[in-house]
């Protein structure tokens, strides 16, 4: 692990300004952390500037010092290395290489993919070994089923890195809207808008499209991921993109 217990307790989050994400910040901003605040644009979203709106909100109620906000950081270079030559094959091909697997929850394996590769370099960056992302189970999205996400902390495992999900098994938004409310914060956030991410239908997940997106994900993306993160492990991600 890149942290030591005699130094400050640091993390990044996945911020996206919803409520998920926000909950996970205050909880971690309560127990003694620092938090850095990332956003990632994949190229195919709607106004990503409005997680400055959550993140203003954070930094009026509580020490700013306890929070830095990385910025929005545009991934859809590391998404396109993804979709290409995948985009090109044809269904009958995909379904036998790697099986049942829809086009929404491939675009979103790719970029949850490109996300994290990100994310592990900018924590080798800046020398923090814990990243917490609001995953939940029940927004019924594949790569955010319990068997995928312990592939992703694999890879995390993999480069000396923790990854969290503390809101996994979070099955109600009630129960999410009342922890803000406890706080005293109003539970309304305004949050950029993806126009790929599709959930599928409750019906849906079940085992044949897990099975799917695990075997593509193993046999054709995390090998580019490896590949990738070699690739680009000392580009600087710091600072201000274009």
């Known amino acids: 692990m890149l942290y030591h217990m005699d130094e400050e307790k640091k993390a990044f989050i996945l911020f996206s300004g919803g409520k998920d994400s926000l909950v996970v910040t205050l909880r971690l901003i309560e127990n003694g952390y620092k938090v850095y605040l990332v956003t990632f644009e994949n190229g195919c979203g709607l106004k990503a500037e409005n997680v400055n709106h959550t993140i203003e909100r954070l930094i009026k109620k509580y020490d700013n010092k306890k929070i830095e906000n990385i910025g929005i950081k545009n991934i859809s270079g590391l998404f396109r290395e993804f979709i290409y030559p995948f985009y090109n ?14 086009i929404s929850q491939f675009n979103c ?6 996300m994290y590769i990100a994310s592990i370099i900018l924590c080798k960056q800046y020398h923090i070994g814990e990243l917490y992302d ?3 189970k029940s927004q019924l999205f594949a790569i955010e089923q319990i068997e995928m996400l312990k592939k992703f902390q694999e890879l995390f495992q993999e480069n000396d890195i923790k990854i969290e999900y ?12 009342n922890e803000l ?4 914060i109003v539970p309304k956030t305004l949050e950029p808008q993806c126009l790929l991410g599709v959930p ?3 019906k849906d997940i079940n085992e044949s499209i ?14 580019k991921a490896k590949e990738m ?5 000392n580009i600087n991600l710091t600072g201000e993109w274009i």
């Open 89 to 102: 094959y044809t269904s009958t091909y995909i379904k036998k290489e790697f099986g049942d697997i829809s």
């Open 109 to 114: 394996l790719s970029c949850r993919l490109s």
């Open 134 to 136: 609001g995953a939940r």
């Open 166 to 177: 503390p809101l996994k098994d979070e099955e109600e938004d009630w129960n999410i809207k």
């Open 181 to 184: 409310l406890a706080r005293g």
């Open 200 to 202: 599928l239908k409750s």
């Open 210 to 223: 897990l099975v799917a997106t695990i075997n593509t994900y193993e046999n054709y993306l995390k090998p």
């Open 229 to 233: 993160i070699e690739k680009y492990r």
